[in-house]
């Protein structure tokens, strides 16, 4: 399975009941996998909405890895970035706190950011989301 966040949230006992039910009688193995179906058939019915989301905001759909050579590329080349994502940013360990300052302008995470603590701090002082 790929990397998962957990998430809970409170049901009403009838729809948990019918929940129960539909395991129950093997459309679904569990609520686990009630639940996930649920969602990703949500996510499916606003597919266009997240498409065009993201072609309107240059975003990145899955994982964006930035290591230190992009980032004092930037540096160098006075072209701060404004990122934007729907998953995952990784900064990779070898980045400073004071490179993050220079080299990103802005950034948007719907979804999950990995990184240093230290260089975490100095990323979500540059977090806006428009």
Known sequence: MPD??????????????????????????????????????????HALTVRQAVEQKVMTVGMTILSRKDLENRVAANKPLDIRVVGVLKIEDDVTPELVRAAIKSVAVFGKIRARPEVLGALLIKQRRD
């Open 4 to 45: 998962t966040e957990k998430i809970s949230f409170n049901i009403s006992v009838v729809d948990l009941g019918q929940v129960d039910l539909l395991v129950d009688q093997g459309f679904y193995s569990s609520r686990t996998d009630f639940l996930i179906a649920a969602v990703r058939r949500q996510i499916e019915s």
